[in-house]
């Protein structure tokens, strides 16, 4: 059975319920500019549209530490940087068995693999959401 995703806390829905325990992983990323960029792309970054995917910052949670994306957007904003604000956080579930959820060391090699696949733009196995929690279709 596929489950809809509409929202975040449709994702968090989805990974209580999951038959294994889940271990959520995000990669918040922002937007920079490319030193060459054209004019009309200058245009549309200051409209905030376009630019390259940076990976700012990285976590992952057990879907019990998150009541709801307000939650997560609350922690994120404790430690992101005024300057360069997020603009996607991509997020990806980590299975464990049905007693188990993944660790944190557990996490940690698969996170650090979504932190290159944002670099590089290879991000099409992680769903997207805005900073209201929505999903994102990119492309």
């Not at 700012?56 to 300057?83: A, H, I």
């Not at 997020?91 to 650090?112: I, N, W, Y």
């Amino acid at each position: 059975m596929k489950t809809e995703i509409n929202s975040f806390d449709d994702l968090l829905r989805a990974a209580r319920t999951h038959r294994e325990r889940q271990r959520l992983l995000f990669v918040f990323a922002g937007a920079e500019l490319p030193d060459d960029a054209t004019s009309e792309q200058r245009e549309r970054f200051a409209q905030g549209e376009g630019g390259a995917l940076v990976p700012l910052m990285c976590v992952d949670r057990l879907p019990e530490e998150l009541d709801s994306f307000d939650t997560l957007l609350r922690e994120s904003q404790q430690f992101e940087n005024p300057t360069q604000p997020w603009r996607l956080v991509f997020a990806a579930a980590l299975s464990g068995t049905s007693a188990k959820a993944p660790t944190e060391d557990d996490a940690d090699p698969v996170l650090r693999r979504m932190v290159e696949a944002v670099k590089t733009g290879a991000i099409s196995a992680y769903l997207p959401f805005n900073r209201e929690g929505l999903p994102v279709r990119l492309g």
